[in-house]
């Protein structure tokens, strides 16, 4: 027979579900740093990874299908999907998340304490609404400022983390999905991968017996930038000709 925390997290993924958010179960710690899969204490994710071989792929909002999970592992932590409308800003304060957010609200704002805010094991997740895809990220907006959006998940509020905490709403928020501030919109967005195009500095002359170290330096650059290098470069005659 299930106890009452036991029934705690299945009312909580159901009431998850009820709000729109698509849930699937976690591992969970059985004792600090201990996971509830084989490896145990070897776990190097302990209780954030899916129980389900389908993982986040699997997530919904079947009230049913919910049931049906925590029937079978009644302790288990929550997953909850991102992406499709909504991203999780995932601040990492042991890499100082608390001090990028808190530098990026004194040039933007503070943001509004109508946002959904978890605390975490060693941090806070807030959740946005959003219009249109958004892209998985680490620490690209800011240092230990992580973004999760399609293709991704967070462990929900209930949950327990490896160190022993447990994954609390703070009071003090929302409980519902607003858009996200114009300002975090912008950085989310930006950190996107793009097609980026430059224009070329002055060309310069290459010898035929330095084109080749040439290239490869030149070709070394773009390829670590991600750009397209526009215009051309005058080559002496030897390179094809």
């Not at 100082?96 to 943001?111: F, I, N, P, T, Y």
């Not at 490869?216 to 750009?227: A, I, M, N, P, S």
Request: glycine share 14%.
């Amino acid at each position: 027979m299930n106890t009452a925390a036991d029934e705690l997290m299945l009312n909580r993924a159901v009431a998850f579900a009820s709000q729109g958010l698509r849930v699937f179960p976690l591992h969970e710690p059985t004792a600090l740093e201990t996971c509830s899969c084989k490896e145990k204490s070897e776990c190097g994710s302990v209780g954030k990874h899916p129980r389900i071989m389908e993982g986040f792929k699997a997530a919904t909002v079947d009230s049913e299908q919910i049931r049906k999970w925590w029937a079978r592992w009644p302790t288990a932590n929550i997953g909850v999907a991102t992406g499709g409308g909504m991203f999780v800003l995932d601040v990492d304060f042991g890499h100082d998340g608390d001090r990028s957010l808190a530098d990026l609200e004194v040039e933007h704002g503070e943001l509004s304490d109508e946002h959904p805010r978890v605390t975490t094991g060693n941090g806070a997740h807030y959740y946005f609404k959003i219009d249109g895809e958004v892209k998985n990220s680490a620490s690209k907006v800011a240092p230990g400022l992580d973004i999760r959006g399609d293709g991704g998940y967070v462990v929900g509020s209930g949950s327990t983390h490896g160190n022993g905490a447990v994954y609390t709403h703070d009071v003090g928020s929302g409980t519902s999905l607003i858009e996200a501030p114009e300002w975090l919109e912008e950085l989310v967005v930006s950190t996107a991968p793009k097609l980026r195009l430059v224009e070329p500095s002055e060309p310069e002359d290459v010898s035929s017996g330095g084109r080749n170290n040439y290239l490869t330096r030149e070709g070394g650059k773009l390829r670590r930038v991600g750009f397209v290098f526009l215009g051309s470069t005058r080559c002496a005659k030897g390179l094809f000709g």
